[in-house]
């Protein structure tokens, strides 16, 4: 079984909180997902979850740059922007 509720007590794993995307890993089998039955969890079994996060800091790592340029350049478009308004009006 792979889906488990907020307050449920499964075996120790690393949880996915679909509700809001958060990563949470119970040490012990004693140990009780947070929040009440509102909140889905899934569990990643731990073989998949190292290729999936290697995939995730790759995809950050690819498109920081590409970010980052991106604010640069609607910055200055916008200060450009700015100017010519002020000079035409």
């Known amino acids: 079984?792979?889906?488990y509720k907020g307050g449920d007590q499964p075996k120790n794993g690393i949880f996915l909180n679909l509700t809001?995307?958060?990563?949470?890993?119970?040490p012990?089998?004693?140990n009780i997902l947070p929040g009440n039955a509102?909140?889905?969890?899934l569990r990643l079994?731990?073989?998949?979850?190292?290729?999936?996060?290697l995939g995730m800091g790759g995809a950050y790592v690819m498109y920081?740059?590409?970010i980052g340029f991106a604010v640069v350049?609607?910055?200055l478009a916008k200060a450009t922007g700015r100017t010519?308004?002020?000079l035409i009006i």
Do not use: C, G, K, N
Request: net charge negative; hydrophobic share 55%.
């Open 1 to 3: 079984m792979f889906h």
């Open 20 to 26: 809001d995307w958060q990563i949470v890993t119970l």
């Open 28 to 30: 012990s089998a004693d």
């Open 38 to 41: 509102d909140r889905e969890y």
């Open 45 to 53: 079994p731990a073989i998949l979850f190292v290729p999936l996060a």
């Open 64 to 66: 920081l740059p590409f």
């Open 73 to 75: 350049f609607d910055a």
């Open 84 to 86: 010519l308004r002020s």
